[in-house]
């Protein structure tokens, strides 16, 4: 069955340290997959997607992620995490079994130190 | 551009009763999924609306239901409401589907007593 997990509940970072979100996924084919970001009391908003072509891949607010397919991972990272980066953060999977869906991770809760 | 909104944003409704639920995309988009976020149980997808035609569904019992209109809104229905549906459900819209960015709506917190 297709699943996907994010190793860590939470995290806490120090403002301007590098941060990097774990994110694996069991899936036959190379899906589609993305990282959203989601704030108190907002819906998500998408950060990046890859669907094929280059596997690092460059997203909004200083985020990327690097597709392995080898180790079936598309971990997030961010050279330096600023205090409005506290947010949950969920990896999420895009299927093709009888139904297309996306299957989303359980999340990541960052908090940021000042 | 307007984003995606839901309405009403906060519900309460008790046992038994039934909650239709509302959300109007981006203009232009055809595709609206519909997802449940709980604590124990994450984000779940309920299912997804293309051209006013049911095209992807999640594995929910058929008391959740929903519909999709000419102009592109959705609803979806939940019917002889248990506690456990209580959570946060979230609509988004993309152009064609699950392959291309989903925007999402704030929400809308359903809480049963």
């Known amino acids: 069955a297709q699943s996907v997990t994010q190793p860590d509940i939470h995290i806490t970072v120090s403002e301007g340290a590098s941060l990097e979100l774990r994110c694996n996924y069991s899936y036959g084919a190379t899906p589609y997959l993305f990282w959203y970001v989601q704030s108190p009391g907002q819906g998500l908003q998408l950060l990046l997607k890859y669907f094929s072509g280059d596997t690092l891949v460059q997203g909004i607010k200083g985020f990327e992620a690097e597709f392995k397919r080898s180790q079936s991972s598309f971990n997030l990272r961010k050279p330096s995490v600023h205090w409005s980066d506290a947010a949950e953060y969920f990896c999420?999977?895009?299927?093709?079994?009888?139904?297309?869906?996306?299957?989303f991770g359980p999340g990541t809760s960052l908090s940021v130190i000042p | 551009k307007a984003g995606v909104t839901q309405t009403p944003r906060y519900l309460i409704k008790t046992r038994g009763q039934q909650v239709t639920l509302s959300c109007s995309p981006i203009s232009g988009h055809r595709s609206v999924s519909w997802y449940q976020q709980t604590p124990g149980q994450g984000l779940q997808f309920l299912f997804e609306?293309?051209?006013?035609?049911?095209?992807n569904k999640g594995n929910f019992p058929g008391r959740f239901s929903g519909r999709q209109f000419s102009n592109s809104r959705s609803e979806m229905n939940v019917s002889t409401l248990e506690l456990g549906d209580s959570a946060l459900y979230l609509c988004?819209?993309?152009?064609?589907?699950?392959?291309?960015?989903?925007?999402f709506g704030p929400g809308t917190r359903l809480l049963v007593l």
């Open positions: 988004a819209s993309s152009m064609e589907g699950y392959q291309e960015t989903q925007y």
């Open positions: 999420a999977v895009g299927v093709k079994t009888s139904y297309d869906k996306v299957i």
């Open positions: 609306y293309f051209s006013e035609t049911q095209r």
